[in-house]
């Protein structure tokens, strides 16, 4: 049985810290940055409205995947928290709306 411990440190948003961070990645068994910041970002309500280039200047680019296809931009932020196994991947996903601004942002599973 593999059992996951990750360190939960929740942190407020840095644009420059999320950019500098490349998905997925951690330290040790720390969670990775974009992890710990991802809470932050959406109770913020920061995204809500913004323009793809708006998102790419706060976020970066977005990953390239073949997950969550309905979705216009999708960002890796490491392996589930909520879970004993190392089984699952949290995501950021964003969806614009038909006026080009963000619609939809939250977290999911693949």
Known sequence: MLLVVLNFLPVRFDSARWKASPSG????????????????????GVLSGKTRPEVDLLLGLADTTEYFRKYDMVYVLGMER??????DSEWLVIKFDDAGRVAVAKLVTD
């Open 82 to 87: 909520n879970s004993y196994f190392g089984i």
């Open 25 to 44: 990645t951690a330290r040790g068994n720390e969670q990775p940055p974009r992890q710990q910041m991802v809470d932050d970002l959406l109770k913020s």
